[in-house]
């Protein structure tokens, strides 16, 4: 009777082992389809990075900034654009906004869909920081490229229906040089990135 009882709880101990280990298995298999399913893209999408940049469309906005105030120089850079499944806009328009100081004017000048035209104008009731072409050494698509490879992938693989995706470039609050400041928004989460403009570097959010 007890070497009756012995071979029954050994059989029901390896058949508890067993189940354990099928268990096993099949959540391992579960968490690499999840990681699988919530990797970042290897490739940066061709949609993205066509469009044009804000070094390209720096100069049409300077020649409007320059007729409007020849001391003007740029205090904001920026540019909004939206995705839709995972396909970005190639046509955007890039706002550059520009300070004079003899003035203490601001301007925004508009560039995109073949046309460069100056937006609006006010006065500032406080100087604005600007930067010049020296100061900024690191183009859209590097500072973009940044963000994606920060996590900015994974991001937009998580949330590939919709994501808003804002790149501004400008000298933070107690800064030196301007910063490029990436945030991608989908819903209620958000992935921001901040990029050093003169370095290329990852900078403090």
Do not use: C
Request: aromatic share 10%; hydrophobic share 45%.
């Amino acid at each position: 009777m007890k070497e009756k009882s012995l071979r029954w709880a050994i059989l029901l101990g390896l058949a508890f082992i067993i189940a354990l280990g099928v268990a096993a298995i099949a959540f391992g298999q579960w968490r690499s389809q999840k990681v699988e399913q919530g990797s970042a893209p290897a490739v940066f999408p061709p949609s993205l990075a066509r469009a044009a940049t804000a070094q390209q469309q720096y100069a049409l906005a300077a020649e409007v900034a320059q007729s409007w105030q020849p001391d003007s120089l740029p205090a904001v850079i920026s540019v909004h654009r939206q995705s839709q499944h995972g396909r970005w806009p190639t046509d955007i328009t890039w706002m550059f906004e520009f300070y004079s100081p003899a003035t203490h004017r601001l301007a925004v000048v508009a560039v995109g869909g073949g046309r460069t035209w100056l937006l609006q104008e006010k006065i500032s009731p406080y100087s604005v920081p600007t930067f010049t072409e020296t100061d900024w050494q690191v183009n859209s698509a590097r500072a973009l490229q940044a963000w994606w490879d920060a996590g900015g992938a994974t991001f937009v693989a998580l949330h590939s229906e919709q994501v808003d995706l804002t790149t501004q470039l400008r000298i933070p609050p107690g800064g030196e040089h301007p910063v490029w400041t990436i945030v991608g928004l989908a819903g209620d989460q958000v992935w921001r990135v901040a990029v050093d403009g003169a370095t290329g570097e990852l900078a403090p959010d």
